[in-house]
């Protein structure tokens, strides 16, 4: 039953070497992500709740950023099958110029206009007015982490993740220690509050930024060229467009969609408890990510190379061996979590917070859940991010992934939450109806073998006119 489990030899040492740097930099983006929510849950619920208002609408920045390395990816991973350095450079030229221009946009809004657009989100001023200090500087930060992670995407395309685990770990350590400084006002400075761990943010991007521009001009393993890079031409456009255009339209639709759920908890009666639950059980969830994270930027990375190469022949048992090991991954992790719910958060982790006895309920129903559809998610995850996407079949995974979303969680979500105005653990359920869909609908396109497809590929007509 199992029998496609066997690969050849040095497969599963590859997928490790792979992985590890991928999760270890998403781990610690995490863990230190919760360490900031730790230090602005010191100042109480209404600033953590501030501060998830905020990034409600920059996360949806944040998957864009994501959107587009992933829509880039499936180009650069079948470019370098093919050794093409030049497309190489015109593919991360295209990336960065569409991931600067919109958040570029987005930091301009929330310099502008912070309050009337952060208020679309929710209901209460005093949690708006610290959001909107937040959000200020928070967004210029979403400029700088582009222009990084596009850089980062190549070299992960190129079989060379370690270079954004690094730049991560220094970025994230600054960031923690600058929170520290800042929000509290320790070693002379001022206490900032909120608007502190977003200046800690911005200057740990810039940070990021310089120590990329160190890189590339020092670097002797990939050049990169300028003139590529800034004009990259109308054919790969087209070609971005047409291969990466529906993964970013998916991350961006997926991450507007789940900002949909914290807008409908932030206009519920109790609004503040349950943003601050949904903060620790994100935080929660976002560490628990990073194994599947790191198979599917595996998978995208191993399945891109081999069609790009032109070995398709073993592309289908490695897809379902890959997902096969975010399924484990899943179950394991969905234990460790319930017990995590039910028995260490209560005790060590919810006081560090000073949640109110209401927020910790709330919080221990989210994690609890979705400890029961982890398996499901982490399988998704792979499938429709490192699988699907990997092999060229961008646009059923964008539907895919979308679809039960749009027209099945949010709007049972809004029902529950909005019209009902029932318990928020029935607008919760949201999130397992949205994995069980989207299952069904993955195992089938992966059954069908119709998503290998070679994106490089250039038409028979353009060859001819060539």
Known sequence: MFSYMKQRPG?????????TPIVLQ??????????????????GETPMAAVALANIPLYVVQLFIFGVQSGATVLLSQYWGKQDMGAINRVMGVSIWIAVSITALFAGILLVCPIPFLSLFGNQGEVIALAAQYGKLAGLSYVFSALTMMYVTAYRSMERPQLGLYILMVSMTLNTFLNWVFIFGNLGAPALGVRGAALATLIARSAELVIVVVHLLTTKFFRVQPALVLLPGLDMLKRFVRYGGPVVCNETLWGLGTSMFATVMGHMEG??????????????????MVFSFGIAATAAIIIGREIGAGRTDQVYNTGLTLNTLAALCGACLGVLLWLF???VAPVWVFPLFHLSEGAE????????????????KDFNS?????????????????????????????????????????PVLWVYLAFPLEQVI??????????????????????????ALD
């Open 11 to 19: 497969f599963y040492k590859e997928v490790v070497a792979l992985a």
């Open 26 to 43: 998403n781990l610690i983006t995490s863990a230190l992500g919760m360490a900031d929510t730790f230090m602005v849950g010191m100042l």
């Open 271 to 288: 609004s503040t408890e349950i943003l601050a639950a949904y903060t620790i059980a994100g935080n929660v969830e976002k560490i628990c």
């Open 341 to 343: 719910a039910r028995f």
């Open 361 to 376: 309920s709330v919080a221990t129903m989210m994690i609890t859940v979705m400890a029961l559809y982890m398996t499901l």
């Open 382 to 422: 792979v499938n429709i991010v490192g699988v699907l996407r990997g092999g060229g079949d961008v646009r059923a995974a964008t539907l895919i992934d979308i679809g039960p979303l749009w027209t099945c969680a949010i709007p049972y979500a809004a029902i529950c939450g909005l019209v009902l105005r029932l």
């Open 438 to 463: 989207k299952c069904s609908m993955g195992i089938s396109r992966l059954r069908s073998g119709k998503w290998v497809r070679d994106v490089t590929a250039v038409h028979p007509l353009a060859k």
